[in-house]
Protein backbone atom coordinates (compact mmCIF):
# COMPACT_ATOMS: atom_id res chain seq x y z
CA UNK A 1 0.00 0.00 0.00
CA UNK A 2 2.81 2.29 0.88
CA UNK A 3 5.05 1.89 -1.80
CA UNK A 4 5.49 0.15 -5.20
CA UNK A 5 3.13 -2.63 -6.41
CA UNK A 6 2.68 -4.80 -9.40
CA UNK A 7 -1.31 -5.10 -10.04
CA UNK A 8 -3.35 -6.84 -12.17
CA UNK A 9 -6.63 -5.40 -13.13
CA UNK A 10 -9.49 -5.56 -15.25
CA UNK A 11 -7.69 -3.92 -17.98
CA UNK A 12 -4.71 -5.80 -17.92
CA UNK A 13 -1.13 -5.19 -16.66
CA UNK A 14 0.70 -2.27 -16.04
CA UNK A 15 4.27 -1.93 -16.49
CA UNK A 16 4.35 1.18 -14.08
CA UNK A 17 4.37 0.93 -10.40
CA UNK A 18 1.47 1.99 -8.04
CA UNK A 19 2.33 5.65 -6.62
CA UNK A 20 2.13 7.14 -3.56
CA UNK A 21 3.51 7.55 -0.10
CA UNK A 22 -0.09 7.26 2.27
CA UNK A 23 -3.42 5.67 1.58
CA UNK A 24 -4.87 8.12 -0.24
CA UNK A 25 -2.53 7.33 -3.32
CA UNK A 26 -4.56 3.85 -3.13
CA UNK A 27 -7.60 5.15 -2.60
CA UNK A 28 -8.46 7.13 -5.23
CA UNK A 29 -7.22 11.24 -4.95
CA UNK A 30 -3.44 11.10 -5.84
CA UNK A 31 -2.31 12.33 -9.60
CA UNK A 32 -0.78 9.43 -12.01
CA UNK A 33 2.73 9.78 -12.64
CA UNK A 34 3.70 10.96 -15.73
CA UNK A 35 2.72 9.37 -19.27
CA UNK A 36 -0.29 7.37 -17.39
CA UNK A 37 -3.64 8.49 -18.48
CA UNK A 38 -6.77 8.32 -16.54
CA UNK A 39 -8.13 4.85 -17.39
CA UNK A 40 -4.85 3.31 -16.12
CA UNK A 41 -4.72 5.31 -13.32
CA UNK A 42 -8.15 4.75 -12.06
CA UNK A 43 -7.91 0.63 -13.31
CA UNK A 44 -4.54 0.51 -10.95
CA UNK A 45 -5.53 2.26 -7.78
CA UNK A 46 -8.37 -0.17 -8.03
CA UNK A 47 -6.94 -2.85 -8.07
CA UNK A 48 -4.41 -2.18 -5.84
CA UNK A 49 -7.27 -1.44 -3.46
CA UNK A 50 -8.60 -4.73 -3.91
CA UNK A 51 -4.94 -6.08 -3.71
CA UNK A 52 -4.91 -5.00 -0.27
CA UNK A 53 -8.32 -6.17 0.76
CA UNK A 54 -7.86 -9.29 -0.28
CA UNK A 55 -4.27 -9.64 1.64
CA UNK A 56 -6.04 -8.28 4.84
CA UNK A 57 -8.90 -11.00 4.50
CA UNK A 58 -6.95 -13.89 3.82
CA UNK A 59 -4.69 -12.76 7.02
CA UNK A 60 -7.48 -12.28 9.13
CA UNK A 61 -8.64 -15.67 8.24
CA UNK A 62 -5.31 -17.59 7.92
CA UNK A 63 -2.97 -15.76 9.73
CA UNK A 64 0.50 -14.21 8.09
CA UNK A 65 1.53 -16.92 6.01
CA UNK A 66 4.18 -15.17 4.06
CA UNK A 67 7.42 -15.31 6.16
CA UNK A 68 8.74 -12.20 4.92
CA UNK A 69 10.17 -9.48 7.08
CA UNK A 70 9.09 -5.98 6.96
CA UNK A 71 12.77 -4.88 6.06
CA UNK A 72 12.67 -7.62 3.27
CA UNK A 73 9.27 -5.91 2.00
CA UNK A 74 11.12 -2.53 1.88
CA UNK A 75 14.10 -3.94 0.41
CA UNK A 76 11.98 -5.38 -2.38
CA UNK A 77 9.73 -2.13 -2.76
CA UNK A 78 13.40 -0.18 -3.07
CA UNK A 79 14.81 -2.62 -5.46
CA UNK A 80 12.06 -2.91 -7.91
CA UNK A 81 10.80 0.58 -7.86
CA UNK A 82 9.39 2.15 -11.36
CA UNK A 83 9.85 -1.26 -13.55
CA UNK A 84 8.22 -4.47 -13.65
CA UNK A 85 8.44 -6.71 -10.63
CA UNK A 86 9.51 -9.96 -12.08
CA UNK A 87 10.65 -12.18 -9.62
CA UNK A 88 12.18 -14.66 -11.38
CA UNK A 89 14.57 -12.60 -13.31
CA UNK A 90 17.97 -10.24 -12.44
CA UNK A 91 17.53 -7.17 -10.60
CA UNK A 92 17.79 -4.70 -12.42
CA UNK A 93 20.10 -1.37 -13.43
CA UNK A 94 18.90 2.24 -12.97
CA UNK A 95 18.89 2.30 -17.03
CA UNK A 96 16.00 -0.05 -17.54
CA UNK A 97 13.32 2.26 -16.44
CA UNK A 98 13.24 6.25 -16.79
CA UNK A 99 11.43 5.85 -13.59
CA UNK A 100 13.61 6.92 -10.50
CA UNK A 101 15.13 3.93 -9.31
CA UNK A 102 16.22 4.28 -5.88
CA UNK A 103 17.54 0.73 -5.78
CA UNK A 104 21.07 1.55 -6.96
CA UNK A 105 22.55 1.26 -3.33
CA UNK A 106 21.22 -1.76 -2.53
CA UNK A 107 22.78 -5.17 -3.06
CA UNK A 108 21.89 -6.22 -6.92
CA UNK A 109 20.61 -9.42 -5.19
CA UNK A 110 16.96 -10.08 -4.91
CA UNK A 111 15.60 -10.19 -1.57
CA UNK A 112 15.93 -13.90 -0.02
CA UNK A 113 11.46 -15.36 -1.05
CA UNK A 114 10.70 -17.67 1.84
CA UNK A 115 7.79 -19.10 2.07
CA UNK A 116 5.53 -21.55 4.25
CA UNK A 117 4.66 -24.95 3.29
CA UNK A 118 0.58 -24.75 3.62
CA UNK A 119 0.02 -28.06 6.14
CA UNK A 120 2.64 -26.13 8.38
CA UNK A 121 0.80 -22.85 8.35
CA UNK A 122 -2.63 -24.21 8.97
CA UNK A 123 -1.04 -26.38 11.81
CA UNK A 124 0.37 -23.52 13.25
CA UNK A 125 -2.56 -21.19 13.29
CA UNK A 126 -3.99 -19.55 16.42
CA UNK A 127 -7.02 -21.43 15.92
CA UNK A 128 -5.52 -25.00 16.52
CA UNK A 129 -6.35 -26.82 19.51
CA UNK A 130 -4.08 -28.96 21.81
CA UNK A 131 -5.81 -32.54 21.51
CA UNK A 132 -7.54 -32.92 24.95
CA UNK A 133 -6.72 -36.19 27.35
CA UNK A 134 -10.27 -37.47 26.69
CA UNK A 135 -8.96 -37.28 22.68
CA UNK A 136 -5.48 -39.05 23.03
CA UNK A 137 -7.57 -41.67 24.98
CA UNK A 138 -10.06 -42.63 22.51
CA UNK A 139 -8.06 -41.94 19.21
CA UNK A 140 -5.14 -44.39 20.99
CA UNK A 141 -7.94 -46.97 21.17
CA UNK A 142 -8.91 -46.58 17.57
CA UNK A 143 -5.26 -47.07 16.78
CA UNK A 144 -4.77 -50.00 18.85
CA UNK A 145 -8.09 -51.84 17.77
CA UNK A 146 -7.29 -51.02 13.98
CA UNK A 147 -11.39 -51.67 12.91
CA UNK A 148 -14.22 -49.57 14.02
CA UNK A 149 -17.62 -51.22 12.63
CA UNK A 150 -20.18 -48.99 11.81
CA UNK A 151 -23.44 -50.49 13.93
CA UNK A 152 -26.88 -49.87 12.78
CA UNK A 153 -29.88 -51.39 15.06
CA UNK A 154 -33.44 -51.58 14.71
CA UNK A 155 -33.50 -53.36 18.08
CA UNK A 156 -32.18 -51.64 21.05
CA UNK A 157 -32.61 -55.31 23.02
CA UNK A 158 -29.67 -56.45 20.05
CA UNK A 159 -27.23 -54.07 21.89
CA UNK A 160 -25.41 -55.70 24.08
CA UNK A 161 -25.65 -58.94 22.71
CA UNK A 162 -24.07 -57.27 19.46
CA UNK A 163 -21.27 -55.14 21.74
CA UNK A 164 -20.54 -58.46 23.73
CA UNK A 165 -19.85 -60.47 19.95
CA UNK A 166 -17.56 -57.35 18.63
CA UNK A 167 -15.37 -58.07 21.82
CA UNK A 168 -15.41 -61.90 21.71
CA UNK A 169 -13.92 -61.12 18.17
CA UNK A 170 -11.16 -58.46 19.33
CA UNK A 171 -12.83 -56.01 18.23
CA UNK A 172 -13.15 -52.88 21.52
CA UNK A 173 -14.51 -49.70 19.75
CA UNK A 174 -17.86 -49.53 18.21
CA UNK A 175 -19.85 -46.44 16.09
CA UNK A 176 -23.24 -46.85 16.72
CA UNK A 177 -25.15 -44.88 13.84
CA UNK A 178 -28.16 -42.66 14.77
CA UNK A 179 -29.96 -44.20 11.78
CA UNK A 180 -33.44 -45.48 13.66
CA UNK A 181 -35.27 -44.84 16.23
CA UNK A 182 -33.58 -47.52 18.37
CA UNK A 183 -30.12 -45.93 18.11
CA UNK A 184 -30.10 -43.38 21.10
CA UNK A 185 -31.36 -46.38 23.67
CA UNK A 186 -29.30 -48.86 22.06
CA UNK A 187 -26.17 -46.58 23.00
CA UNK A 188 -27.44 -46.31 26.50
CA UNK A 189 -27.31 -49.63 26.99
CA UNK A 190 -23.96 -50.78 25.33
CA UNK A 191 -22.49 -47.96 27.63
CA UNK A 192 -23.84 -48.77 30.95
CA UNK A 193 -23.82 -52.80 30.41
CA UNK A 194 -20.94 -53.10 28.09
CA UNK A 195 -18.01 -50.91 30.32
CA UNK A 196 -14.99 -52.56 28.06
CA UNK A 197 -16.63 -51.33 24.93
CA UNK A 198 -15.48 -47.83 23.54
CA UNK A 199 -19.14 -46.99 22.15
CA UNK A 200 -19.43 -43.68 19.86
CA UNK A 201 -22.45 -41.76 17.95
CA UNK A 202 -22.22 -42.18 14.85
CA UNK A 203 -24.29 -40.08 12.04
CA UNK A 204 -24.54 -37.35 13.91
CA UNK A 205 -26.28 -34.29 11.80
CA UNK A 206 -27.68 -31.84 14.72
CA UNK A 207 -26.96 -30.60 17.90
CA UNK A 208 -29.80 -32.40 19.58
CA UNK A 209 -28.00 -35.30 18.39
CA UNK A 210 -24.92 -34.58 19.83
CA UNK A 211 -26.46 -34.01 22.83
CA UNK A 212 -28.63 -37.25 22.93
CA UNK A 213 -25.65 -38.90 22.13
CA UNK A 214 -23.42 -37.61 25.41
CA UNK A 215 -26.58 -38.06 27.43
CA UNK A 216 -26.42 -41.81 26.73
CA UNK A 217 -23.15 -42.24 27.34
CA UNK A 218 -21.45 -41.77 23.92
CA UNK A 219 -17.32 -41.29 24.45
CA UNK A 220 -17.28 -39.85 20.68
CA UNK A 221 -19.18 -38.48 18.06
CA UNK A 222 -18.63 -39.50 14.27
CA UNK A 223 -20.40 -37.38 11.05
CA UNK A 224 -20.30 -37.69 7.71
CA UNK A 225 -19.51 -33.86 7.22
CA UNK A 226 -17.44 -30.76 8.21
CA UNK A 227 -20.39 -28.61 10.45
CA UNK A 228 -18.32 -26.09 12.48
CA UNK A 229 -21.47 -25.52 14.99
CA UNK A 230 -21.66 -29.04 15.33
CA UNK A 231 -17.48 -29.69 15.40
CA UNK A 232 -17.47 -26.59 18.17
CA UNK A 233 -20.32 -28.01 20.33
CA UNK A 234 -18.51 -31.19 20.61
CA UNK A 235 -15.30 -29.53 22.18
CA UNK A 236 -17.19 -27.57 24.28
CA UNK A 237 -18.84 -30.39 25.59
CA UNK A 238 -15.35 -32.37 25.78
CA UNK A 239 -16.41 -35.15 23.56
CA UNK A 240 -13.89 -35.88 20.86
CA UNK A 241 -15.05 -35.42 16.69
CA UNK A 242 -14.37 -37.20 14.17
CA UNK A 243 -16.31 -34.98 10.94
CA UNK A 244 -16.23 -36.32 7.35
CA UNK A 245 -13.95 -34.90 4.55
CA UNK A 246 -13.93 -35.53 1.30
CA UNK A 247 -11.54 -32.39 -0.51
CA UNK A 248 -8.96 -30.10 0.11
CA UNK A 249 -11.44 -27.46 0.71
CA UNK A 250 -12.75 -29.57 3.77
CA UNK A 251 -9.58 -30.57 4.78
CA UNK A 252 -8.74 -26.98 5.52
CA UNK A 253 -12.06 -25.98 7.19
CA UNK A 254 -11.17 -28.55 9.62
CA UNK A 255 -8.07 -27.69 10.95
CA UNK A 256 -9.47 -24.02 10.76
CA UNK A 257 -11.69 -25.44 13.88
CA UNK A 258 -8.52 -27.43 15.25
CA UNK A 259 -8.86 -30.95 13.96
CA UNK A 260 -6.01 -33.09 12.83
CA UNK A 261 -8.25 -36.60 12.93
CA UNK A 262 -10.64 -36.66 10.17
CA UNK A 263 -12.71 -39.41 8.32
CA UNK A 264 -12.44 -39.89 4.76
CA UNK A 265 -15.82 -40.02 3.54
CA UNK A 266 -17.04 -41.81 1.40
CA UNK A 267 -13.70 -43.37 0.97
CA UNK A 268 -14.17 -45.93 -1.57
CA UNK A 269 -16.79 -44.13 -3.92
CA UNK A 270 -14.35 -41.08 -3.72
CA UNK A 271 -11.54 -43.29 -5.56
CA UNK A 272 -10.21 -45.29 -2.57
CA UNK A 273 -7.27 -45.57 -1.27
CA UNK A 274 -5.53 -43.96 -4.22
CA UNK A 275 -7.85 -41.02 -3.55
CA UNK A 276 -6.85 -40.73 0.20
CA UNK A 277 -3.06 -41.18 -0.88
CA UNK A 278 -3.31 -38.23 -3.18
CA UNK A 279 -5.16 -36.18 -0.62
CA UNK A 280 -3.14 -37.12 2.55
CA UNK A 281 -0.02 -35.91 0.68
CA UNK A 282 0.13 -31.71 1.04
CA UNK A 283 -1.34 -32.47 4.53
CA UNK A 284 1.26 -34.95 6.76
CA UNK A 285 0.22 -34.13 10.10
CA UNK A 286 -3.55 -35.21 9.10
CA UNK A 287 -4.46 -38.62 10.61
CA UNK A 288 -7.39 -40.42 8.71
CA UNK A 289 -9.98 -42.79 9.44
CA UNK A 290 -11.53 -44.52 6.25
CA UNK A 291 -15.24 -44.74 6.12
CA UNK A 292 -17.86 -45.96 2.61
CA UNK A 293 -17.31 -49.17 1.40
CA UNK A 294 -14.14 -50.65 3.42
CA UNK A 295 -14.22 -54.21 3.13
CA UNK A 296 -11.84 -56.92 3.26
CA UNK A 297 -11.19 -56.95 -0.04
CA UNK A 298 -9.74 -53.14 -0.06
CA UNK A 299 -8.51 -53.27 3.86
CA UNK A 300 -5.23 -53.67 2.92
CA UNK A 301 -4.86 -51.35 0.43
CA UNK A 302 -6.05 -48.48 3.45
CA UNK A 303 -3.18 -49.84 5.54
CA UNK A 304 -0.19 -49.02 3.42
CA UNK A 305 -0.98 -45.36 4.06
CA UNK A 306 0.92 -44.49 6.95
CA UNK A 307 -1.25 -41.88 7.93
CA UNK A 308 -4.62 -44.02 8.23
CA UNK A 309 -4.89 -44.98 11.92
Not at 250 to 270: C, I, N, Q, S, Y
Not at 296 to 301: M, Q
Request: charged share 15%; with cysteine.
Amino acid sequence: RNGPSFCNSDAGFSRHAAWGADESAVGGAADAPAGVDAPWSASLRLAARRGDLLAGLQMATLGDLSGVSADELRAAEALWDGVLAQLGAAAPSPSVSSGAWRGAALSAERPAQRFVAGADAALSSPELRAPTPEEDEVFSRFEACGIVPVVALDDCDQAVPVAHALLAGGIDVMELVLRTPAAERALALVASHVPRMLVGAGTVLTIAQAGGAAVAGARFLVAPGTNPTIVKHAHAAGLPILPGVATATEVEAAFALGLTRLKFFPAVPMGGAKTLGALSAPYPHARWMPTGGVSPANLEDFFRLKQVF
